[in-house]
């Protein structure tokens, strides 16, 4: 019989639900592809770290709503809501603060000692990217795409996702993807991560967690809602 716990995350940017013990928490912006807000992303890490401590919670599931996983940043956003106390930091307590924000998103879902799954149902962009590799699995969309993105915007990168992707892909692979900011199609952007990369052999990636908090933490996830 299947349980599921509504959990309340502050915000309709995010949506958590607890299923037999798998923590689904959905990026809730559609209209924006997912893009990281204000709202949203501190709501993501509160549930991050909650999920994690949780001892009713096996595992994570994060996925995005409509068609894509995660667009990255706002950049339209970026600056409109700025704390005025910030305004006053130093430089460089600027950059230790958006570091321990940043550490607390993608380094906290690194750290998490239960299994995380990341469902691709579209495009996985910028930091979007940096999330969906800090997971342990990924599964994709065959329409899903990734994309560093960054150089387009001018920006060196973030949310780890250099050292992530080198993780992953390889020193090589990696400089290519945040050189070129090219987009890649899930099967040939894992390449040496395959055997962390599933496709659904449709364009609905929906993964049904139910069973997988029972099988071993690492073991493989490959099945998908038709």
């Not at 959990?7 to 607890?18: K, M, Q, R, V």
């Not at 501190?42 to 999920?51: D, E, V, Y």
């Not at 096996?58 to 709503?65: E, F, K, N, S, V």
Request: charge should be positive; include cysteine; aromatic fraction near 4%.
């Amino acid at each position: 019989m299947t349980t599921e716990t509504t959990i309340d995350t502050g915000t309709n940017e995010l949506l958590c639900t607890i299923r037999d013990r798998v923590a689904v928490i959905t990026l809730n912006r559609p209209e924006a592809r997912n893009s990281l807000s204000d709202a949203l992303t501190p709501a993501l890490r509160t549930m991050i770290r909650s999920c994690g401590e949780n001892p009713d919670v096996g595992a994570l599931l994060l996925t995005g709503a409509g068609e894509a996983f995660c667009a990255g940043g706002n950049v339209k956003g970026m600056g409109a809501h700025r704390d005025k106390a910030k305004l006053d930091m130093s430089f460089d307590d600027k950059v230790a603060d958006l570091q321990e924000r940043q550490r607390l998103l993608t380094g906290a879902l690194v750290s998490v000692r239960k299994p995380t799954i990341a469902a691709l149902p579209g495009p996985a962009v910028g930091a979007g990217l940096a999330i969906a590799m800090a997971c342990d699995i990924r599964i994709a969309a065959q329409s899903a795409f990734v994309a560093t993105g960054y150089a387009r915007i001018a920006l060196s990168g973030d949310y780890g996702i250099a050292w992530l992707l080198t993780r992953l892909v390889g020193t090589a692979r990696a400089r290519e993807l945040m050189f070129t900011a090219a987009t890649a199609s899930m099967p040939r952007a894992p390449r040496r991560s395959a055997s962390s990369t599933a496709s659904c052999p449709t364009t609905n990636c929906r993964p049904r967690p139910s069973h997988w908090p029972n099988r071993s933490p690492k073991a493989r996830v490959s099945r998908c809602a038709t």
